[in-house]
């Protein structure tokens, strides 16, 4: 990988740390974000990818692209409808266009930063993704892979990423059994994959500059599963407590998110328990993540229970 590389979505959860790594390794970082800050980056550029037309010269002297910009899952999208095109816009039509631009540049690599959503409830290699989130992440990859714009092209599938100032499914968590209110589930064995931000950026760089990588679709984890039960004890250790003696049967929990169903088809508008939050303690989402790993010799460095202290610091209240 040569000198010149560009970012999307550079001032994201995962943006930063990557940026810092390429520089670490002596890249020019050319940063693109939808509103300007500051950051490890040599050059900011503010544009609304999929909305906006690319500059000219975005990608002048480019030698590779890191694609993280997108519209990221959410549990409620709105209206299927709504958010079929704003997905489309977010993480196909961004796609689409710096791909033509990449072509036009001459720019070597494309490094796209998908998600395992994008397989669904299939397999690597026959996904069958549910919902417009990962209906728009599959179609991007299959751009990536075979439109040919240029010639080192990379597919990153990332399990759930964590970090400092987490997001989403674990900052809820850690807010939650800070609280107190979150409830000692016992141990469901519902593995769940994840990957450290620093080590997601080590495996992107390892894509981007080693040749058998081309044209491959990797998914990321740290390889180890980590189910709600030591989710919560890993949270619990960082709080300096200890877990209780007793826990809250599953059934009860169940009728709970049931009742919840049943007011938020009544109000309208979900309630903050119900159904489908409940399958996102207790279910299971595992990946494999041997390929890259036996491919590229990539390992994770970090493990979620060594970095759990740093995330609950910088978890907001």
Excluded at 224 to 252: F, H, Q
């Amino acid at each position: 990988m040569k000198g010149m590389v560009l970012v999307t979505g550079a001032s994201g959860f995962i943006g930063p740390g990557l940026c810092r790594r390429l520089q670490a390794d002596g890249r020019w970082v050319r940063a693109v974000m939808r509103r300007r800050t500051a950051g490890p980056w040599d050059e900011a550029v503010t544009l609304d990818l999929g909305r906006e037309a690319l500059p000219a010269h975005l990608l002048a002297d480019i030698d590779c692209i890191f694609h993280l910009a997108g519209k990221a899952h959410a549990l409620a999208a709105g209206p299927e409808a709504e958010a079929e095109e704003e997905y489309r816009l977010a993480n196909c039509r961004s796609t689409l266009d710096l791909l033509a631009a990449a072509r036009s540049e001459g720019v070597r690599g494309f490094v796209y930063f998908s998600s395992v959503k994008a397989m669904g409830g299939g397999t690597a290699d026959a996904p069958t993704p549910e919902g417009p989130y990962g209906r728009s992440k599959l179609a991007a990859e299959r751009a990536v892979l075979t439109s040919g714009a240029v010639p080192h092209p990379v597919v990153l599938r990332p399990s759930l990423v964590y970090g400092p100032h987490p997001k989403g499914y674990l900052e809820l968590l850690i807010r939650a059994v800070r609280a107190g209110w979150f409830p000692p589930l016992p141990e469901l064995g519902n593995g769940r994959s994840m990957i450290h931000r620093d080590d997601l950026a080590q495996a992107a760089v390892l894509c981007a500059a080693l040749p058998q990588a081309r044209g491959r679709t990797y998914v990321v984890t740290d390889g180890t599963p980590y189910s709600t039960r030591r989710i919560y004890e890993c949270i619990l250790e960082a709080l300096d407590r200890r877990a209780p003696r007793w826990n809250l049967p599953i059934g009860l929990l169940r009728l709970a998110a049931l009742g919840g169903d049943g007011i938020g088809r009544l109000r309208g508008r979900r309630l903050p328990f119900d159904s489908e939050v409940l399958e996102k303690l207790t279910g299971a989402a595992c990946y494999d993540g041997t390929a890259i790993r036996q491919e590229l010799g990539f390992q994770s460095r970090r493990t979620l229970r060594d970095s759990m202290a740093e995330m609950v610091a910088t978890t907001r209240r």
